[in-house]
C-alpha cells in the first residue's frame, strides 16, 4: 500500500473503542515497584509468576553488555544486575505490548527509542515523584504511535515507510484526523494514567511544562541519533529554555551521552 492509496480520515473512532484494557497483573507489579519499600524479594517473587517477564529479565542480564562472570546468571542475580528501572520499563512496556499486540519490526523500534528516553529522562527527576512521572511520560511518550500501528497498522507503517523515518504530526493529522499526540493522551486517559503523565504525553512536541521540556528534549536528540544528525535544532532552544534550570548546552551533552550508554544496553533486549 502506498500513502497515495490510503483512505484519509480513517474511522479512529470506532477503532479506539476496541482497544483492550491493560494488563492488571502488570500493572499491579509495575505499581509494588514504584513503591519505595518494594524489596527484592518481593520483586523476585512476582516476577517469577510471569514466564514471559522472567524470561526477558534473565536474557537482558546474561547479555553481552551486563555479562562479566562466566556463569549464567539467576533471577535474583539478574535483578540486582540490571536494576529496577530496567525491570520497570519491561513491565510497562510489556503491559502496553500485550494489550497492543505490537510486535513488528516498527513497534521494537519505537520501544527501543521509549525505553531510551525513559530511562535518561528519570535521570532528570530531582525527587521520587518526579522521577517517577519522568519515567512513565517518557516510556510512554509515543503511545499515539503505538496505538496508530494497533489500530491502523498498515496505513501507518505504510506513513513510516514513506517517510523513511517516524512521521510528522501534520502527517498523520492529514491522514487520521489526529496526531499520535492526541491519540497518545486519549488512551493514557482511557487506561487512568494521572493527567501528569497525559500531559507530558500530549506535549512532548510542544512544551508546557518542566516535564515536557525534558520529554521533548530527549525525544529530539534520541530521535536525531536514530536518525543520523546528532545535532539538535537550535529553535529547540527557545522551546525548552523557559523550563529547565540547566544551560541548554549542558542538557544536550548530557542528553548525548546518557543517550549512547544506554543504547548499547537496549539493544542487547530487543
Ligand atoms: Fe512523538
Ligand atoms: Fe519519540
Not at 529522562?121 to 511518550?141: C, I, M, P, Q, Y
Not at 517517510?163 to 489526529?178: A, K, N, W
Not at 515536557?212 to 539538535?232: D, F, K, R, T
Request: with cysteine; aromatic share 8%.
Amino acid at each position: 500500500m502506498t500513502v497515495k492509496n490510503m483512505k484519509p480520515q480513517l474511522c479512529i473512532e470506532k477503532r479506539f473503542d476496541a482497544i483492550p484494557t491493560l494488563d492488571s497483573a502488570r500493572m499491579r507489579l509495575f505499581e509494588i515497584l514504584q513503591n519505595e519499600d518494594a524489596g527484592i524479594e518481593k520483586v523476585e517473587g512476582i516476577i517469577s509468576t510471569d514466564p514471559a517477564m522472567a524470561a526477558k529479565v534473565i536474557r537482558l542480564a546474561n547479555s553481552p553488555f551486563y555479562r562479566h562472570a562466566q556463569r549464567h546468571l539467576g533471577m535474583h542475580e539478574s535483578l540486582l544486575t540490571i536494576g529496577l528501572d530496567m525491570v520497570k520499563c519491561i513491565v510497562l512496556s510489556m503491559a502496553v505490548i500485550d494489550s497492543l499486540r505490537c510486535e513488528t519490526k516498527y513497534a521494537r523500534d519505537l520501544w527501543s527509542h521509549s525505553y531510551a528516553v525513559a530511562l535518561i529522562a528519570v535521570s532528570f527527576g530531582r525527587n521520587k515523584a518526579e522521577k517517577d512521572r519522568l519515567f512513565t511520560g517518557a516510556l510512554l511518550h509515543d503511545l499515539g504511535r503505538m496505538v496508530f500501528l494497533f489500530i491502523a497498522p498498515e496505513v501507518y507503517t505504510a506513513l513510516i515507510d514513506s517517510e523513511g523515518f517516524r512521521p510528522g504530526e501534520d502527517l498523520e493529522q492529514e491522514t487520521f484526523s489526529i496526531t499520535h499526540t492526541e491519540m497518545g493522551e486519549m488512551v493514557a486517559r482511557k487506561w487512568n494514567f494521572p493527567d501528569e503523565i497525559a500531559e507530558i504525553i500530549r506535549y512532548h512536541h510542544r512544551p508546557v511544562s518542566r516535564d515536557s521540556a525534558l520529554v521533548y528534549l530527549i525525544n529530539q536528540v534520541a530521535s536525531g541519533h536514530e536518525m543520523g544528525i546528532p545535532e539538535v535544532d537550535p529553535a529547540s532552544l527557545d522551546v525548552v529554555q523557559p523550563f529547565v534550570e540547566y544551560s541548554y548546552k549542558d542538557l544536550v551533552n548530557t542528553v548525548a551521552d546518557r543517550y549512547k550508554t544506554n543504547t548499547v544496553i537496549i539493544e542487547s533486549l530487543f
